[in-house]
């Protein structure tokens, strides 16, 4: 996996550049909320991060890959 981003410091625009393999993916449930998370946990050589996504967020992701969802293999789903 990689991410990219751009981060605005006074007036100028840089980029980043980090990636790594998918963990796991974690869905979270708020017991006293409908805000349920989705966590992408990755891991590289020299960076590792989450990528957490709202309900409506994944929601939306699911939307637009669903058809292509066969590419998504060897992912490991846990829930809270």
């Known amino acids: 996996m990689r991410v990219r981003t751009k981060k605005l410091v006074d007036g ?12 796991e993916i974690q869905v979270h449930t708020e017991t006293y909320s409908d805000k349920d998370k989705v966590a992408i946990c990755y891991r590289g050589k020299i960076s590792s991060g989450i990528i957490e996504l709202s309900q409506e967020e994944a929601n939306e992701l699911y939307k637009k890959i669903g058809k292509k969802i066969g590419l998504i293999k060897d992912i490991k789903i846990i829930k809270d």
Do not use: A, L, P, Q
């Not at 100028?12 to 963990?23: A, D, N």
């Open 12 to 23: 100028r625009v840089y980029k980043m550049e980090t990636g790594g393999e998918i963990k």
